[in-house]
């Protein structure tokens, strides 16, 4: 069994930040990419940012020079650094990691979501 265990989200004023973190745990056995989503209401998830384990990142256009991906391999976590919010980045936001499990397994896992509301 694994788990994505998220936390940070909350309620900002624009210009304001904030920081999530995702937390995997249980039978892992390595980590590969791993990344943030989110989903607006009536709007579809899509992907805001990635991490490689080796450290390479990919960002929407949205929020290239406001939001920071990064990882602590050791701990099995990711965090996104989020400066500037404005209004439109309102929305729950979800971890997902490629993992493979003990025994032998790849597979993506989400988080259950966390709200992240940015009032103007």
């Known amino acids: 069994q694994v788990q994505l265990v998220e936390s940070g989200g909350g309620l900002v004023q624009a210009g304001g930040s904030l920081r999530l973190s995702c937390a995997a745990s249980?039978?892992?056995?390595?980590?590969?990419?791993m990344g943030w989503y989110r989903q607006a209401p009536g709007k579809q998830r899509e992907l805001v940012a990635v991490i490689t384990r080796g450290g390479s990142t990919n960002y929407a256009d949205s929020v290239k020079g406001r939001f920071t991906i990064s990882r602590d391999n050791a701990k099995n976590t990711v965090y996104l650094q989020m400066n500037s919010l404005k209004p439109e980045d309102t929305a729950v936001y979800y971890c997902?990691?490629?993992?493979?499990?003990?025994?032998?397994?790849?597979?993506?896992?989400w988080g259950q979501g966390t709200q992240v509301t940015v009032s103007s």
């Open positions: 997902n990691a490629h993992i493979i499990t003990i025994p032998v397994a790849q597979t993506y896992y």
């Open positions: 249980g039978s892992i056995f390595s980590i590969n990419s």
